[in-house]
């Protein structure tokens, strides 16, 4: 299975952005975004299971970020609005089937893309 993300730029602080992640076949329950900063660990940004569409995010982007599915293309997107400098990070989808309680765990999901860069200017 491979998963495809795409949609990462430069953009100034309070501009949107919107994140796809393609995949080959469904092969998985749920479909997150995480997002690594330099130097840091990666955490995580937002979740959906593909079938029921139950969806969660992280605290610091709740409000901001929403996350969607596209059914017939295989792609979940995510947008992004109000950006701040601190959203700037490398973010990767990735697909798995964790227990929904378990969504955040990275270490529970199995396939990844590659990752694409968003850089927020202050």
């Known amino acids: 299975v491979q998963l495809q993300a795409s949609g990462g730029g430069l953009v100034q602080a309070g501009d949107s952005l919107r994140l796809s992640c393609t995949f080959s076949?469904?092969?998985?329950?749920?479909i997150s975004w995480f997002r690594q900063i330099q130097g840091n660990e990666r955490e995580f940004v937002a979740a959906?299971?593909?079938?029921?569409?139950?969806?969660g995010y992280a605290d610091a982007v709740k409000g901001r970020f929403t996350i969607s599915r596209d059914r017939p293309k295989n792609t979940v997107y995510l947008q992004m609005d109000s950006l701040k400098s601190e959203d700037t990070a490398v973010y990767y989808c990735a697909g798995g089937s964790p227990p929904w309680g378990s969504r955040r765990n990275d270490r529970l999901y199995r396939h990844w893309g590659q990752g694409t860069l968003v850089t927020v200017s202050s």
């Open positions: 076949e469904r092969a998985f329950e749920t």
């Open positions: 959906i299971r593909w079938n029921g569409g139950n969806i």
